[in-house]
């Protein structure tokens, strides 16, 4: 038990037995441990070099426990921490090495909807700083209702970008879960449409679906690419998408402590800017789709402008979204 402390067996033994007897001698030690008396001495001076026991008078005195085990194992403890580090490092060499070696290393596929579920929570669990998304229409393995991670990874200070194709925006239900995701930290934009489905963490490993299922016979598939010229490939695709994405925003910017536009206007002009529909805008606001229309022309009508491309370009010009 207590090899942790670096004790032998035989040293954990007379230990015990001094423990109980409270002091003794080699031949006595010897003989209740059935050794001979030069193996008794040695186990002896190896417990007083230690700082386990004292020798008076002759006699082996054992040192109160706590105080002689706890250097011990402190030191145990370091040791066992370097190594852990040092078994780290070496395990994360040998990965490098051998990714460049075996390219099968850099890219492994995911076979089925558990298993590309369970990566895509992982991803977020250990990531450290950001993940950035490619959010397209429809789902291969996890709904954005089921994405309960990311809401315990904002709380926890990781930065979200995330690119919402509007197609996407279009389903029931998703314009309220982007509301959720924004007002937890979420930075969100919308563009037309997206290439691929992607998750990065930390620019280091990404998951990308592949294959989906077709007409639900068969399972999906997914690539997970570790740190890689693959991989800064997909960040670089993302930045140009996000570059180019529409804000989603939910509060206003504040000018002299006053927001530029009302909340509410902000994040309707800011759906209809993404592209998402006045049913779906209606919906989301908890209004009707005249309503919605009537505060688009009137946001029209305030931006001096005649349709609503022109709102929007009126809307940049003006800060509205900035």
């Given amino acids: 038990m207590l090899e942790a402390a670096g004790l032998t067996d035989e040293e954990e033994s007379a230990y015990r037995l001094l423990v109980g007897a409270l002091d ?14 030069g ?20 006699r ?5 426990p706590d105080v002689a085990l706890g250097p011990l194992l402190l030191r145990g403890q370091e040791s066992l921490e370097w190594a852990r580090s040092a078994v780290t490092q070496l395990a ?14 850099l890219v492994e596929v995911l076979t089925g909807s558990a298993a590309i579920r369970q990566q895509l929570r992982n991803l977020q669990r250990d990531a450290r700083t950001e993940i950035v998304w490619f959010c397209k229409a429809g789902h291969v393995a996890m709904t954005s209702e089921e994405n309960d991670e990311e809401f315990d990874a904002l709380a926890a200070g990781i930065r ?24 937890q930290g979420e930075e969100a934009r919308a563009v037309p449409t997206l290439p691929v489905r992607l998750a990065i963490a930390d620019s280091s490993i990404g998951l990308c679906p592949l294959v989906p299922a077709a007409d ?37 910017s504040t000018e002299a402590q006053r927001p530029a536009l009302p909340d509410d206007e902000r994040y309707l002009l800011s759906l209809l800017v993404a592209g998402v529909t006045d049913k779906a805008i209606a919906s989301q606001l908890r209004i009707s789709q005249r309503t ?3 505060r688009i022309y009137d946001l029209m009508r305030r931006a001096n402008a005649e349709t609503r491309m022109q709102l929007a370009w009126q809307a940049t010009r003006l800060g509205w979204l900035d």
Avoid: C, H
């Avoid at 003794?24 to 008396?37: M, N, P, S, T």
């Avoid at 695709?237 to 509060?251: A, H, K, Q, T």
């Fill in 24 to 37: 003794g001698v080699a031949d006595a030690v010897a003989a209740k441990l059935g050794i001979e008396a």
């Fill in 92 to 105: 994360e060499e040998y990965r490098g090495n051998l990714r460049r070696r075996d390219a099968n290393q």
């Fill in 292 to 294: 919605v229309q009537r």
């Fill in 216 to 252: 639900g016979v068969g399972e999906p598939t997914a690539a997970l690419i570790r740190d890689s010229s693959l991989l800064a490939a997909f960040a670089a695709l993302f930045e140009s998408y996000w570059d180019r994405g529409s804000p989603i925003r939910l509060d206003g």
């Fill in 39 to 58: 193996a008794a001495a040695a186990v002896l001076e190896s417990l007083q070099s230690k700082g386990l026991v004292s020798r008076v008078n002759g």
């Fill in 60 to 64: 082996y005195v054992p040192n109160p």
């Fill in 160 to 183: 979200y970008r995330v690119l919402y194709e509007q197609a996407l925006l279009e389903e029931p239900g998703m314009v309220e879960n982007l509301a959720k995701g924004i007002r």
